[in-house]
């Protein structure tokens, strides 16, 4: 592998280029595979919630682990893990619901016939936003938490238990989900979910090799613009976004708006709590200036999903332009300093 990299290197310019293709390429891989472990036991809901969230997510976890075996600045983690959330929860959902807006629970048309397929599908809609609300919910309490913790300007050991023990009992709720749904079914996980876990773990080495190498290229970088090593927690913040981008726009396409909806909300559990959770076990986590403000957009964007998909079951377009909007107003705060 180290020659591979020093090829790659070898290419001068190219370079930073060629690590991100390879990126892209193995989230690329993420989502195949996760397409086709849909068809084996893990649909809907519980694919976008339990297992796409750590392959989406991925990038994030190993950039705090990069940060951490380098002793580099706490604050780059909390920055991403920041940038990252609230990407997600404004722009990656907006703009899917200003092109296809989202529907989890389609409107029903007047007169029209309801027969028992159509009865079923509507289960399966109700029961995805039943999870998607309680999902949400779940956004709304730890980032509230991570707000409580970290108001005294630190996010230290003690902070960080807390953060993990919630993630790892919000897991373990889905877990139990996956194993009651299947024995109520009398189905049992596709064995070609091993093969799957195998692909996945190639594109997983992949991510590394490409985030390691991308963040030690920024490091080196000085000078003026947000291409330098003073922006690196933004800048991270945006690569992880790119994969989350992906799923959202695939799903948006294929019509599968509750997973689209899933894998972004999932993916706020890595950054918020568990990568700032784990980070904060090896060193205190000091809050950024634009900590407050970032949370409390979150924590907006989040209640404006929950109302709108408990309320209409969609996510109108001009929510998606107010979201996208909000992002932008984020941007100012964040980065006009």
Not at 252 to 281: K, M, N
């Amino acid at each position: 592998m180290a020659s591979v990299i020093k090829a790659i290197e070898s290419t001068g310019a190219w370079a930073p280029w060629l690590f991100l293709g390879i990126f892209l390429a193995a989230s690329y891989l993420t989502i195949w595979r996760l397409e086709r472990m849909a068809e084996g036991g893990l649909e809907g809901t519980v694919l976008g919630t339990l297992v796409m969230p750590y392959f989406s997510g991925l990038g994030n976890l190993i950039f705090a682990y990069i940060t951490g075996r380098d002793h580099g600045l706490a604050t780059d983690v909390l920055t991403m893990c920041l940038v990252n959330n609230v990407t997600n929860m404004t722009l990656i959902l907006g703009l899917p619901a200003i092109i296809w807006t989202l529907n989890i629970v389609p409107a029903k048309k007047e007169g029209a016939q309801k027969p028992a397929k159509s009865k079923k599908a509507g289960r399966v809609n109700e029961i995805n936003r039943l999870s998607l609300l309680l999902t949400l919910m779940a956004i709304l309490f730890f980032t509230g938490t991570t707000w409580a913790v970290g108001s005294d300007g630190k996010i230290d050991f003690v902070d960080g238990l807390v953060l993990i023990g919630m993630f790892l009992f919000w897991q373990c709720f889905h877990v139990y989900e996956v194993l009651k749904t299947n024995a109520q079914q009398n189905k049992s996980l596709n064995w070609m979910l091993a093969i799957d876990a195998v692909l996945l773990l190639i594109g997983a080495y992949a991510v590394y090799i490409s985030t390691d190498w991308l963040v030690q290229w920024v490091k080196g970088l000085h000078g003026k613009g947000l291409l330098n090593k003073d922006y690196l927690g933004w800048l991270s913040g945006w690569l992880n976004v790119l994969p989350n981008a992906m799923l959202a726009f695939y799903y948006g396409w294929t019509r599968r708006p509750e997973v689209v909806y899933t894998s972004q909300v999932g993916d706020s559990h890595i950054c918020i709590p568990l990568c700032i959770g784990i980070f904060a076990l090896f060193q205190p986590i000091p809050t950024p200036a634009f900590f407050t403000t970032s949370l409390i957009i979150l924590l907006g964007a989040t209640l404006v999903h929950f109302l709108f998909i408990g309320a209409l079951g969609r996510l109108p377009r001009f929510v998606g332009v107010a979201l996208t909007l909000a992002y932008l107003y984020f941007l100012k705060v964040g980065l006009l300093k």
